[in-house]
């Protein structure tokens, strides 16, 4: 970074900082180098660099449970993406924005966000990115009490999510799919579920790359769920 800064080129500084923000634990270092960045695609008129940047930050500020304030950079990122024409990027800032409201509790406006960004993961053939709106969607309906539709957008995030190998995604739609068996009373298909959920070692939160050995322990729950 000192060697770019040395060189005075802002465009190799910005496009570095994007490569490197990840990397820095300091929120407030974190932040002031993405406006750095911003400020720099907004004067060159870089705007697909700009809704990166917007949508990074929106990431920041949901991974540190700030969901409200996420949700104007997800909005702003994904007018942007909209204008320049990039889907994929326009379906992930949806589908982010989609989980804010999720958690908001708002969660009509979730469903109308998360379809929009499905429809366009499936156009495009983004499994990865649709397992996640999948959910979200699942996990909207649960809570309006829609139990049908959230078991069917369940299964198929399950599926999807197993198919590209996102594991986390297949524990959190696991659960949901024991909680909604448990309140109907379904105690044994919940029981069998949770069960297989216990024994996974990322159960605790502590996400990380699974073996494919560990992948196994879910193949149980496929005909549990009755996929």
């Known amino acids: 970074m000192e060697a770019a800064r040395r060189s005075g080129d802002q465009k190799v500084i910005s496009h570095l900082i ?3 923000v990840e990397y820095i634990d300091d929120e407030r270092e974190t932040t002031r180098l993405m406006n750095e960045a911003l400020a720099f695609f907004r004067k060159t ?4 660099g700009a809704a990166t940047c917007l949508m990074n930050m929106g990431i920041m500020k949901a991974a540190a449970n700030r969901y409200p304030e996420a949700a104007p950079f997800y909005r702003e990122a994904a007018d942007i993406y909209r204008q320049i024409g990039n889907r994929w ?4 800032c949806l589908a982010n924005l989609g989980g804010v409201h999720v958690k908001a509790r708002d969660y009509t406006a979730a469903i109308k966000l998360c379809e929009e960004a499905l429809r366009i993961e499936r156009d495009i053939g983004d499994r990865e990115s649709a397992c996640f709106a ?3 969607l699942g996990d909207a309906y649960m809570h309006l009490g829609e139990e049908e539709r959230a078991i069917d ?19 959190e739609d696991l ?3 024991a909680q909604i068996y448990a309140c109907r009373g379904e105690t044994q298909r919940a029981g069998r579920i949770l069960g297989v959920l216990q024994q996974h070692p990322a159960w605790d939160g502590d996400w990380h790359e699974l073996t494919d050995e560990i992948l196994k322990l879910l193949d149980p729950v496929m005909s549990a769920v009755e996929i």
């Open 89 to 92: 990027g326009l379906a992930n």
């Open 175 to 177: 659960s949901r799919l």
């Open 45 to 48: 008129g870089d705007r697909r």
């Open 153 to 171: 957008y369940l299964r198929k995030s399950l599926i999807d999510a197993r198919d590209v190998g996102v594991t986390a995604v297949m524990l």
């Open 134 to 136: 999948l959910l979200d």
């Open 18 to 20: 994007m490569r490197i």
